[in-house]
C-alpha cells in the first residue's frame, strides 16, 4: 500500500498554485485537483505589489515573464473631472512597488505550471464530489469528466477553489455577506488607445458621475487587450439594457474619460456577469483542512484584493500544515485565521469606505505631497494590508474616519 499523501489542493489557481509551491519547497508530496483546464478565463487581471513579493517567497515570481504581461506602478480614479493616481512606490511599507495587470489565463496556467515544475501533481478535468476528514487526515472522492471516480486520501487538505467554494458548498460552511448585494458586467477588448495622456501602467478606476455607488475599471492588459467592467446594484445593472453588450455600453457611455478612451475599442471576448461574489464562511478551518482565498473569503473587486488575499492565505497555511504535520502544535485560529483576517478586514473598512464615500473623498481629496497620510493609503492600496506599522491597519474604520474628517475639514 502506497504511502498516504502528505497535502491535497483543490483548485490551481493562484491560491492554490501558490499552496502548492510553498509545500514543495518544504519537501511535501502535494496533488492538486483542478475541474477545469487550464489556459481558462478568469476576472481579478489586476494584481497589487503585495503579491509579487509572496510570489517570489514561493518560487513562482521566474514563471511571472515581464514580456507577457502590463507592468503596473499604481492605480488612478477618475470622478467627472477630478483624477487622481496612486503611485505604489510611494507606499510606507518595505517590499515590491510595482507589479503587473495579466490575463489570468495565461498568469494562472504560469503559476500552476511552475508548481508543477517544482514537483506537484496537477490534474486537470477533476471534481471532487464528496469530502470527509478528521484528525488523522482527508478522503476525498474525485469524478473525472470520463465519468470516472476515485479516491484520494491524504494528511491534509487546502482548499483553494475559489468562487466554486468546494469545501464551503459540501461542508455547508457558508454564511451570507454582510455587504449589499452587487452585480458586475465585464467584457475584454482590444483598445486601440491613442490617447497619449493615457497611462497604462495603471489601472483606472471611474466613478459614476450620478451613482457613487456605481463604479468602472479599466485593466490595460499585454497585446493591446484591455479589461473593462462595471459594477453596481443589481437593479442598476438590469436597467442599463436588454442584455449584457447593453448594459456595458449604456453605463459606459455615461462615464467621459473611460468612454473617450475607449472609442476606438473592438470585440474581444464576450461580455459577462458575476453576482453574488461577496461571500464569508463559518470558520477558515476544520479538522485536517483549510480555505484559501475567495474559496474562504471575497469582499469586492474594487480594491484588486482578491489575488493578494489568496496568496496571503497560502504563505500563511502552508507553513502551519508543514509544522503540524512535523508533529507541533499549531494554533489555526490565532495563526491563520486571526492573522489572515487583519487584512481582510484592513480591505474590508476599504470597500465600505469606498461605498459610503468616505474613502472616496480621501483618495480624490490626498495631499498633493506625499506625506504619512499618502504613505499610508497607498500601501493598502497596493496590498499591503498586513502591515501592522500602519496605522489603517491597526484601526482601519477609525484611522479612515479620521483621515476623512481631517481633509474635509482642510479643504474647507
Known amino acids: 500500500?502506497?504511502?498516504?499523501?502528505?497535502?491535497?489542493?483543490?483548485?490551481?489557481?493562484?491560491?492554490?498554485?501558490?499552496?502548492?509551491?510553498?509545500?514543495?519547497?518544504?519537501?511535501?508530496?502535494?496533488?492538486?485537483?483542478?475541474?477545469?483546464?487550464?489556459p481558462r478565463f478568469s476576472i481579478g487581471e489586476s494584481l497589487l505589489a503585495q503579491s509579487i513579493a509572496i510570489l517570489d517567497d514561493a518560487g513562482l515570481l521566474p514563471y511571472v515573464k515581464p514580456d507577457q504581461f502590463q507592468f503596473k506602478d499604481g492605480a488612478a480614479f477618475?470622478?467627472?473631472?477630478?483624477?487622481?493616481?496612486?503611485?505604489?512606490?510611494?507606499?510606507?511599507?518595505?517590499?515590491?512597488?510595482?507589479?503587473?495587470q495579466v490575463l489570468r489565463s495565461r498568469f494562472d496556467k504560469a503559476l500552476a505550471d511552475g508548481a508543477a515544475d517544482m514537483g506537484a501533481k496537477v490534474t486537470y478535468g477533476e471534481e471532487v464530489t464528496a469530502f470527509e476528514s478528521d484528525e488523522d487526515g482527508v478522503?476525498?472522492?474525485?469524478?473525472?469528466?470520463?465519468?470516472?471516480?476515485?479516491?484520494?486520501e491524504a494528511r491534509f487538505c487546502l482548499d483553494g477553489s475559489g468562487f466554486g467554494r468546494t469545501l464551503s458548498r459540501l461542508l455547508d460552511l457558508e454564511v451570507p455577506s454582510?455587504?449589499?448585494?452587487?452585480?458586475?458586467?465585464?467584457?475584454?477588448?482590444?483598445?486601440?488607445?491613442?490617447?497619449?495622456?493615457?497611462?497604462?501602467?495603471?489601472?483606472?478606476?471611474?466613478?459614476?458621475?450620478?451613482?457613487?455607488?456605481?463604479?468602472?475599471?479599466?485593466?490595460?492588459?499585454?497585446?493591446?487587450?484591455?479589461?473593462?467592467?462595471?459594477?453596481?446594484?443589481?437593479?442598476?445593472?438590469?436597467?442599463?439594457?436588454?442584455?449584457?453588450?447593453?448594459r456595458l455600453d449604456n453605463l459606459v457611455g455615461q462615464t467621459t474619460r473611460m468612454a473617450e478612451v475607449l472609442k476606438n475599442k473592438q470585440p474581444y471576448r464576450e461580455p459577462g456577469t458575476i453576482h453574488g461574489y461577496?461571500?464569508?464562511?463559518?470558520?477558515?478551518?476544520?479538522?485536517?483542512?483549510a480555505l484559501l482565498g475567495n474559496a474562504a473569503e471575497f469582499l469586492d473587486p474594487v480594491f484588486s484584493s482578491g489575488v493578494t488575499i489568496a496568496l496571503k492565505s497560502a504563505q500563511l497555511a502552508t507553513d502551519l500544515v508543514d509544522r503540524q504535520l512535523n508533529g507541533e502544535t499549531v494554533d489555526w485560529q490565532k495563526d491563520f485565521a486571526d492573522e489572515l483576517y487583519v487584512g481582510i478586514d484592513t480591505f474590508r473598512a476599504c470597500v465600505a469606505g469606498w461605498y459610503d464615500e468616505s474613502l472616496q473623498r480621501i483618495i480624490f481629496k490626498k495631499p498633493e505631497e506625499v506625506n504619512d497620510i499618502v504613505r499610508h493609503l497607498t500601501s493598502?492600496?497596493?496590498?499591503?494590508?498586513?502591515?501592522?506599522?500602519?496605522?489603517?491597519?491597526?484601526?482601519?474604520?477609525?484611522?479612515?474616519?479620521?483621515?476623512?474628517?481631517?481633509?474635509?475639514t482642510m479643504a474647507s
Open 278 to 289: 461577496a461571500c464569508s464562511v463559518k470558520s477558515l478551518y476544520g479538522p485536517s483542512y
Open 380 to 408: 493598502i492600496l497596493a496590498g499591503y494590508a498586513w502591515d501592522r506599522a500602519n496605522p489603517i491597519v491597526q484601526q482601519p474604520e477609525k484611522y479612515l474616519k479620521t483621515v476623512d474628517r481631517y481633509l474635509t
Open 178 to 246: 454582510k455587504f449589499p448585494p452587487r452585480q458586475g458586467v465585464f467584457c475584454q477588448v482590444i483598445d486601440n488607445i491613442d490617447d497619449p495622456t493615457f497611462d497604462r501602467n495603471k489601472i483606472l478606476v471611474s466613478v459614476h458621475p450620478e451613482h457613487r455607488h456605481v463604479w468602472y475599471w479599466l485593466i490595460p492588459l499585454a497585446d493591446g487587450i484591455t479589461s473593462m467592467g462595471v459594477v453596481g446594484s443589481p437593479e442598476i445593472i438590469a436597467a442599463a439594457g436588454a442584455n449584457e453588450q447593453e
Open 139 to 152: 478522503k476525498l472522492t474525485v469524478r473525472n469528466e470520463d465519468g470516472s471516480v476515485r479516491t484520494i
Open 78 to 100: 477618475q470622478y467627472k473631472d477630478e483624477y487622481v493616481d496612486i503611485y505604489f512606490p510611494h507606499k510606507s511599507a518595505e517590499g515590491p512597488g510595482t507589479t503587473y
Open 1 to 38: 500500500m502506497s504511502e498516504k499523501l502528505d497535502v491535497v489542493i483543490i483548485g490551481a489557481g493562484p491560491s492554490g498554485a501558490a499552496a502548492a509551491a510553498f509545500l514543495r519547497k518544504k519537501g511535501r508530496t502535494v496533488e492538486v485537483i483542478e475541474k477545469t483546464h487550464f
